[in-house]
């Protein structure tokens, strides 16, 4: 079966101050857990952006000796998206957990009004500060810290617009109700209108409305971007097919999201955010670290994902979609590295 979609690794040069430090955590080198530890994990909504960060999350405890049914009980839970079983659910992990895992910015909110004698690490969460999870990035100040999911919103309205040039009405879809997607798509929207194009804004309270509303949104936009929102990444399969059907193209989101049903984007991987997550609490573990001192992460590597049945469903050359013209001097410059760190070993040899 042809492989859906295919994706360019890239590095963003606005990310190397998180890279920093992001690279001494990455070990990945089994460690002695000295103790058992309990982990609650508590996430918004069951989506493919947000299951991929709970499993890296997992799977880079694992890495680091924190295994399942050894050292390590989870005790997870999911608010399936209702925020009034939050609060009660972020209480109840509160008790009898040494740490919690909060996926998404309304999971992570919950659970840092009931969680304040722990650790609490986020994922998923797009500004911590505007949110009030923490006083700043580099000093959360408080008992919770982890890694968001912000956007580059900039090349990913530069990758719609190499897509589709001509296009000069843009529609934008997002569920006004999440902070994190407000402030995506006001950065979005301004940048737009830089560029002298007609934003389209089309929003949603949940799932229910998304039909009534792609329809009157494909009518009026020539494209369609959408930023990291939960609502609409867990309606992705009718979002995609409803813009399918008016041979529009979907730009922007999550990796997940564009796998799912959507043309491209130019994001982060979840399930690696996940992973850096829980290196960020084991090293925490290792050195004694006071949460409140453990400065916020993003995500350093950044891809391309092309979905190539969807550009073909949309009469789109997959091969003519390339990384935003922004990402490609740093790429490159990290290709000829590469080539020549493999020209020095070929000579070694």
Do not use: W
């Amino acid at each position: 079966m042809k492989n859906p979609y295919r994706y360019l690794k890239t590095v963003l040069a606005a990310s190397m101050a998180a890279a920093s430090l992001v690279l001494p955590l990455a070990h990945t080198t089994q460690v002695e857990a000295q103790e058992a530890i309990k982990v609650g994990i508590l996430q918004y909504v069951e989506h493919d952006s947000l299951d991929a960060a709970r499993n890296g999350f997992i799977d880079g405890l694992a890495e680091a000796g924190y295994v399942e049914g050894d050292n390590l009980t989870l005790n997870y839970l999911n608010a399936g998206a209702d925020n009034a079983n939050l609060q009660s659910m972020a209480e109840t992990l509160g008790n009898g957990n040494d740490y919690v895992f909060a996926i998404a910015t309304p999971a992570a909110q919950s659970v840092a009004n009931a969680v304040t004698d722990i650790p609490v690490y986020f994922s998923a969460v797009t500004d911590p500060v505007d949110a009030g999870l923490v006083e700043s990035l580099e000093a959360p100040g408080k008992n919770i810290t982890g890694t968001i999911d912000a956007g580059p919103i900039k090349e990913q309205v530069d990758l719609l617009l190499s897509i589709e040039p001509e296009a000069e009405k843009i529609g934008i879809i997002y569920n006004s109700g999440e902070t994190n997607s407000q402030g995506e798509a006001n950065k979005a929207i301004e940048y737009l209108e830089e560029l002298g194009k007609e934003v389209v804004l089309a929003t949603v309270t949940s799932t229910n409305d998304i039909s009534q509303v792609m329809g009157t949104l494909v009518k009026e936009a020539d494209a369609i971007f959408t930023v990291t929102d939960n609502t609409i990444a867990s309606a992705m399969p009718l979002v995609g097919d409803l813009a399918k059907e008016a041979g529009l193209a979907i730009v922007g989101g999550s990796k997940d999201m564009i796998v799912e049903n959507g043309l491209a984007t130019y994001g982060l991987d979840y399930y690696e955010l996940g992973k850096q997550t829980a290196q960020m609490l084991v090293k925490q573990i290792e050195e004694g670290l006071d949460t409140a001192a453990i400065p916020v992460e993003s995500a350093a590597v950044l891809e391309l994902v092309v979905n190539e049945d969807y550009a073909e469903a949309i009469g789109i050359d997959p091969a003519s979609i390339q990384a935003p013209a922004s990402s490609n001097e740093e790429n490159n410059n990290e290709e000829s590295t590469a080539d020549q760190t493999s020209e020095e070993n070929e000579s070694a040899e």
